[in-house]
Structure formats: structure tokens, C-alpha cells
């Protein structure tokens, strides 16, 4: 089992950059591929960005390529989310996740291939 705490966010205007952080806790943070979630009030909960457990491979949503970056350090046990230009429709608690798996080279998009969640950090933009 995993425990995940999220941190790192907070305010900022339209156009600047935060990065957030999440901190594993537990065995074998190896093993687990991670992802970024968000949900915005009224809205579903959507995939921000996912990363292999080998750290080689991730995947983005269509509205934050060129602008987020998610990257993993094992010796670490964290996993970031870099977002530059930052954008009011950003705005939203982001959440970490962790999913057990033995595929070394897979991110994961599907909130629901998740096995293990955080508490969220709210990110808010403003215009």
C-alpha cells in the first residue's frame, strides 16, 4: 500500500507557472505507475498526465501538452507536475494517483485503472 500527499499549489495569475509535488509513502514506489487528476467545481474528475512506473513514458491531455510536464524520481518517492502558462480553465484540485502495476513502459489515463489517491492541492488561476 501507497500513501500520497499532494502540495504545491496555491494562486497564481494567468499566464505564470507552479509545480507540484507528491510525496509516496511506503514500499516498493517502483512499482507504480502515477498520474495527475484534476477536478474543477461542477465537473468530473479528468486526467492531467500519467507516467510508467519506469519513468520513461508519459501522456498528456490534449489541453495541457506543451504545457505541463510530469516527471518521476524513485530514489525520491515523488512524482511533479511542472505547469507553465497557466490558464484560468486550470483552475481545479489536483490530484495524484498510484496504480500497482507490472508493465514497466505504460501511463495510465482512466481514473478508474487507479488504486491509490491523495487529498488534493488546489490550483487557482486567476484572469
Known amino acids: 500500500q501507497v500513501q500520497l500527499e499532494e502540495s504545491g499549489g496555491g494562486t497564481v495569475q494567468a499566464g505564470g507557472s507552479l509545480t507540484l509535488s507528491c510525496a509516496a509513502s511506503?514500499?516498493?514506489?517502483?512499482?507504480?505507475?502515477m498520474g495527475w487528476f484534476r477536478q474543477a467545481p461542477g465537473k468530473e474528475r479528468e486526467f492531467v498526465a500519467g507516467?510508467?512506473?519506469?519513468?520513461?513514458?508519459?501522456e498528456y491531455a490534449d489541453s495541457v501538452k506543451g504545457r505541463f510536464t510530469i516527471s518521476g524520481d524513485n530514489a525520491k518517492n515523488t512524482v511533479n507536475l511542472q505547469m507553465n502558462i497557466l490558464k484560468f480553465e486550470d483552475t481545479a484540485v489536483y490530484y495524484c494517483?498510484?496504480?500497482?502495476?507490472?508493465?514497466?513502459?505504460?501511463?495510465?489515463?482512466?481514473?478508474?485503472?487507479?488504486?491509490?489517491w491523495g487529498q488534493g492541492t488546489r490550483v487557482t488561476v486567476s484572469s
Open positions: 507516467i510508467s512506473r519506469s519513468g520513461t513514458s508519459t
Open positions: 494517483a498510484a496504480k500497482q502495476t507490472w508493465m514497466n513502459y505504460r501511463p495510465y489515463s482512466s481514473p478508474r485503472e487507479y488504486d491509490y
Open positions: 511506503g514500499r516498493t514506489f517502483s512499482t507504480y505507475a
